[in-house]
């Protein structure tokens, strides 16, 4: 007896911790940067399917015609994981199923991921067409970016 409930309060903490660390960063907010000579505007449901769009290969340039670059985020990490879920509106499935097409009938590649805010602020500061996801608190810091729009993890 001892030891069936000795594993079941295992197996609930375990669930419970493994829940914790899957889950993006809830009291975070994170911001969308572009590069500042980029002139996209509206309202949020416009930025929201337009970043989407580039971001998933669906469109492969903002509208006026600069060619877009997105950028992503380390897998695991809260800002990607904010992105997948607030703004893609998709699972890590889906969004594996979606590339795997993609490379099949295209050839695409998803965009590339990087870790450093640092150096994603970099891409984003040389490339007219780049944007990526940071920490809200991060991006007042991005010479030569621009925050497009702002989400919360809740």
Do not use: C
Request: aromatic content about 8%; glycine content about 12%.
């Amino acid at each position: 007896m001892r030891t069936l409930f000795s594993k079941f309060a295992l197996a609930t903490v375990t669930a419970a911790v493994l829940t914790m660390m899957s889950t993006p960063a809830l009291a975070e907010n994170f911001a969308i940067v572009v590069n500042a000579e980029n002139g996209f505007s509206g309202d949020q449901g416009t930025l929201q399917t337009q970043i989407k769009r580039l971001y998933l290969k669906e469109q492969s340039a903002w509208p006026g015609g600069i060619e877009s670059i997105p950028f992503g985020r380390e897998e695991a990490s809260p800002e990607q994981m904010a992105f997948e879920q607030f703004i893609l509106g998709m699972s890590s499935a889906e969004i594996q199923g979606h590339w795997l097409k993609l490379k099949q009938i295209r050839g695409e590649t998803p965009p590339r991921g990087i870790g450093s805010a640092r150096i994603l602020a970099r891409q984003i500061g040389k490339n007219p067409g780049a944007f990526g996801v940071v920490l809200s608190s991060e991006a007042a810091a991005i010479a030569g970016g621009k925050v497009l729009f702002e989400f919360s993890g809740n």
